[in-house]
């Protein structure tokens, strides 16, 4: 095997974050030796998520097991994602923050699951994988993600799960999403459909795009982290990573 440095595009200040956490956990479960440091354990873990790099790569470059470096990213993910707020109270810290509006998306993360598996099937993206939904500020912050559902779920249905459309009319909050979400109840505005529709109503669904794309960009952001673009593990972790990883964006994004 052939090794070589490398580099991650992620700051300094973002790794002591991820090491301070897990310096932190060792002290309350008590672990008195490990084979990485916190700092290392911290790399490995970014490492794993910004690069997509497989455990058996993860394993040869830090020099542990391929089942150490996967306790690793699971222990990590799991600290990293109890910090990410619940849907109620990121609203409620959006709404007393000033935010004039928010922009509600779905993404769809791809897997390496078979053909047969028809739930994961999405006919829009035409691939199978998981939904997520994403809410985020009008300059593309991320404000919450939700766990995932099979690629072939609605993005409305999807929201009606997660109990979005009531956490945001109970929030006051008006919410701009994409046609996929008319319909809807509560406070979200959606764009105009149907063909040959009056200058006014043109207007409207352009003014309503120049709104909304700065906020769709927090898909954009999720997917630079490579794992997110294929996931080759168990489907049902896409929402956890996806927490996990709007946690570390949103540090990188405010302090890196």
Same mark, same amino acid.
């Given at each position: 095997?052939?090794?070589?440095?490398?580099?991650?595009? &992620?700051?300094?200040?973002?790794?002591?974050?991820?090491?301070?956490?897990?310096?932190?956990?060792?002290?309350?479960?008590?672990?008195?030796?490990?084979?990485?440091?916190?700092?290392?354990?911290?790399? &490995?873990?970014?490492?794993?998520?910004?690069?997509?790099?497989?455990?058996?790569?993860?394993?040869?470059?830090?020099?542990?097991?391929?089942?150490?470096?996967?306790?690793?990213?699971?222990?990590?993910?799991?600290?990293?994602?109890?910090?990410?707020?619940?849907?109620?109270?990121?609203?409620?810290?959006?709404?007393?923050?000033?935010?004039?509006?928010?922009?509600?998306?779905?993404?769809?993360?791809?897997?390496?699951?078979? $053909?047969?598996?028809?739930?994961?099937?999405?006919?829009?993206?035409?691939?199978?994988?998981?939904?997520?939904?994403?809410?985020?500020?009008?300059?593309?912050?991320?404000?919450?993600?939700?766990?995932?559902?099979?690629?072939?779920?609605?993005?409305?249905?999807?929201?009606?799960?997660?109990?979005?459309?009531?956490? &945001?009319?109970?929030?006051?909050?008006?919410?701009?999403?994409?046609?996929?979400?008319?319909?809807?109840?509560?406070?979200?505005?959606?764009?105009?459909?149907?063909?040959?529709?009056?200058?006014?109503?043109?207007?409207?669904?352009?003014?309503?795009? $120049?709104?909304?794309?700065?906020?769709?960009?927090?898909?954009?952001?999720?997917?630079?982290?490579?794992? &997110?673009?294929?996931?080759?593990?168990?489907?049902?972790?896409?929402?956890?990573?996806?927490?996990?990883?709007?946690?570390?964006?949103?540090?990188?994004?405010?302090?890196?």
């Amino acid at each position: 095997m052939l090794f070589y440095r490398a580099a991650v595009d &992620l700051s300094r200040s973002t790794l002591n974050y991820v090491a301070g956490i897990i310096r932190r956990h060792r002290k309350t479960i008590r672990s008195t030796w490990r084979r990485l440091t916190p700092t290392q354990q911290a790399l &490995l873990v970014l490492v794993y998520l910004r690069k997509g790099e497989t455990f058996t790569e993860l394993s040869a470059g830090f020099g542990v097991s391929v089942a150490t470096a996967w306790r690793y990213v699971e222990e990590t993910v799991s600290l990293l994602r109890v910090r990410a707020p619940k849907l109620g109270r990121a609203l409620h810290k959006a709404a007393r923050d000033g935010l004039h509006y928010l922009v509600l998306d779905g993404m769809l993360i791809p897997t390496d699951r078979v $053909r047969a598996d028809r739930p994961r099937y999405s006919a829009k993206h035409r691939m199978h994988g998981m939904n997520i939904q994403v809410i985020a500020s009008p300059d593309g912050t991320i404000i919450w993600t939700s766990g995932s559902l099979p690629g072939s779920t609605h993005d409305l249905t999807a929201a009606r799960i997660w109990g979005i459309l009531r956490a &945001l009319e109970q929030a006051g909050v008006l919410t701009l999403a994409d046609k996929g979400y008319q319909g809807t109840e509560g406070p979200i505005a959606t764009p105009y459909k149907g063909r040959n529709k009056p200058a006014s109503q043109k207007a409207a669904n352009r003014a309503h795009a $120049r709104l909304r794309g700065p906020g769709e960009r927090a898909n954009a952001q999720l997917k630079s982290w490579r794992i &997110l673009r294929k996931l080759r593990c168990c489907p049902h972790k896409a929402g956890k990573l996806c927490k996990a990883i709007a946690v570390l964006q949103n540090y990188e994004f405010t302090r890196g």
